[in-house]
């Protein structure tokens, strides 16, 4: 999630707006930039790498002193961590400048326009696209006042997906221009002085009061003129006030208290990121990302999907999913041991290797090992240009942004997502056994993001039981099928979280030996399949009646309408009826609450907990 920041006002602009990205860090990021226009003329400066890059740059080559500019903080998406992929982006004039948050879906269609026109691109990014359209669309546009606006209107009806854009110019010296369409943008006001952020950690050691902006919105603040908001059509529109009550620090959280708590609201969002641009009109899928080509998948006959820790648990789920699609054997693998077990590979062999961070040791070591074999080697994973994902043959990056807390929740989610998007995308490829299969599948993923919502909106219980299983010392999670790698991923939730011994198994394993933990008051967790797979659910149902027979506390995660299991559940948490193999992005939610809830009840630190690094650099 890439940070934004614009300034108009009496202060020097550079200082306000590199404060402002210092505000926003937290956000993650692999590069900067800044705009500014003074004297009528329009100056910028970007750099890879942290904000102490772009400080030196600028203390090497300071910008001229002005009172507009922009900032920008950038979480590469396409195109990687570079100083040419950097924002902002000018048009070719050197007149506009313009920085992005989002994915503009539409990209390579328009690039090609502006190409044919005569335009030059500098870098690989989308964003590049709207500074060379918007310059266009202002030279197009009625000369005199909010001429930087209307151009701005005709480009945001031209473009599709999530984007806030910002954008300042040298015609229009005394003015910012913003676009906001599902990716977030807040209007700062001051006295004599506008903000523009991407949150109000942007702004909020210079003012409390903010203007709200809305979907398909564009606002022009300008300094003389103040602020003006209408909608992409020109309609006015009156933006919300209202007055920030948090401090710096809640702002970087959202107003969370843990950043996991904002993670994992995020969820829904991150999972339509990862989707954008991806599933085609007619239920193809689009992965052009993944460079490689159709024989080498047509050619592949075994596949390993190998990870560490949540992301390994997303293999395990990815199995079912893929082998029933493709029918091609799957292997999951724990990173740390697979090299160290001769695993056999070869050139028909695909390594399909996750990792949120791009950066665990053990699975780039696990990478190597596959390279070595001459297997070929698809990442999935949340950060661009990191080096797992450049070690590879391919890469299917899922678009969760940036991931604080050390317990991985929305990167669960979404690899889940990716990886079905490779299995899809195999099955396509190399042909099915039911034509419509992928079709149906795809109407299925683009329901995901809703039923996660749905979700979140029903965890005041799941929170409530949490607190009150505060001083659990144990906790068992059971389940079958796609399931079983839930229940694994709800006990390391509550380990890594909350420090309490859990362990999870398959539901059928109780009878050979884990039910001999199962006591008066042991809290079990059992994920129960969809009532659709009934011989599945049925089993289950038993198996909570067993551990229930002997005393347990039986917590059960069923879909809505599953009333079989009420008899034997002392809390059901319900989620959505979902597709048997899509259920996991659903079910595991419950669990993160109540895993973060216990661990908050406990006085933990639940964003970095002991003992624990977001990213495993070390073997
Ligand atoms: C997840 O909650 C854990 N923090 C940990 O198991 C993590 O999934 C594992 O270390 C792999 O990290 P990666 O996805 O960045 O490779």
Redesign the pocket.
């Known amino acids: 999630m890439c940070g934004i920041v614009g300034y108009v006002g009496p202060k020097d602009a550079r200082d306000v707006v590199l404060e402002g990205l210092r505000r926003l860090e937290y956000r993650g990021y692999d590069s900067a930039g800044i705009a500014v226009v003074a004297d009528g003329q329009l100056s910028s400066a970007k750099k890879a790498g942290k904000l102490a890059n772009l400080e030196k740059l600028l203390a090497d080559q300071p910008l001229p002193a002005a009172t507009v500019g922009i900032g920008h903080t950038r979480w590469a998406t396409h195109g990687g961590p570079t100083d040419r992929n950097a924002h902002p982006h000018l048009s070719a004039d050197g007149t506009v400048a313009v920085i992005h948050n989002g994915i503009i879906e539409n990209f390579a269609a328009l690039r090609a326009e502006c190409e044919s026109a005569g335009v030059e691109f500098t870098s690989e990014t989308d964003t590049e696209v709207a500074a060379h359209l918007l310059a266009a669309a202002y030279a197009a546009a009625p000369e005199g006042q909010g001429r930087l606006a209307e151009a701005m209107r005709v480009i945001c009806r031209r473009l599709e997906g999530a984007f806030t854009l910002v954008a300042t110019s040298a015609h229009e010296p005394d003015t910012l221009v913003a676009a906001r369409r599902s990716s977030p943008l807040v209007v700062g006001v001051g006295d004599g002085e506008y903000f523009l952020g991407s949150d109000v950690a942007a702004f909020i050691s210079h003012t409390r009061e903010a203007r709200e902006l809305g979907q398909d919105e564009v606002v022009e603040i300008d300094r003389h003129r103040g602020l003006s908001v209408t909608d992409f059509a020109g309609n006015p529109v009156e933006p919300k006030s209202y007055t920030v009550d948090w401090d710096a620090e809640a702002a970087e959280k959202g107003g969370y208290d843990w950043f996991m708590l904002k993670e994992i609201a995020e969820q829904p969002k991150a999972i339509a990121d990862t989707l954008l641009g991806r599933l085609g009109a007619n239920g193809e899928l689009v992965l052009d990302e993944v460079r490689l080509s159709d024989q080498d998948l047509r050619d592949i006959d075994k596949i390993f999907v190998v ?5 390994y648990h997303a293999g395990l789920i990815a199995k079912y999913a893929i082998e029933h699609w493709t029918r091609i054997p799957v292997e999951v693998e724990v990173a740390s041991e697979f090299r160290y077990r001769d695993p056999v590979l070869d050139r028909s062999t695909l390594v399909v290797v ?7 040791m053990d ?1 780039l070591m696990a990478l190597r090992h596959a390279k070595d074999q001459k297997a070929r080697v698809l990442a999935i994973c949340n950060a661009n240009g990191s080096t797992i994902p450049r070690e590879s043959d391919a890469v299917l990056y899922t678009h969760a942004g940036p991931e604080i807390a ?3 929740t929305k ?2 989610l979404t690899q889940l997502v990716a990886c079905y998007l490779v299995g899809l995308f195999l099955a396509q490829v190399r042909g099915i056994k039911y034509e419509d299969e992928v079709a149906t599948v795809v109407a299925e993923l683009r329901e995901l993001p809703a039923a996660v919502a749905k979700v979140l909106e029903q965890m005041e219980p799941v929170r409530e039981l949490g607190r009150s299983m505060a001083d659990a010392d144990r906790m068992l999670f059971l389940g079958r099928h796609v399931s079983f790698p839930v229940a694994l991923e709800g006990a ?2 509550l380990k ?1 979280l909350a420090y309490i011994h859990a362990e999870g198994f398959a539901a059928g394993e109780l009878k050979h030996g884990p039910i001999a933990v199962v006591d008066e008051g042991t809290p079990v967790v059992i994920v129960v399949p969809p009532r659709a797979r009934d011989l599945l659910h049925a089993k289950v149902v038993s198996n909570i009646q067993e551990v229930r027979a002997r005393g347990a506390r039986t917590i059960v995660i069923a879909e809505e309408g599953d009333e079989d299991v009420v008899p034997y559940a002392d809390h059901v948490i319900r989620v959505p009826r979902t597709p048997t193999l899509l259920a996991p992005v659903v079910t595991t939610v419950p669990l993160q609450v109540l895993a973060c809830e216990i661990a908050d009840s406990r006085g933990l630190d639940v964003d970095q907990p002991r003992n ?1 690094a ?3 650099t070390v073997e």
Do not use: R
């Open positions: 990870a560490c820790g949540t992301a996750v990792s949120q961070s791009g950066e665990t699975t050390v317990a991985s990167g669960f390391l939730k890594e624990l977001k990213s495993v």
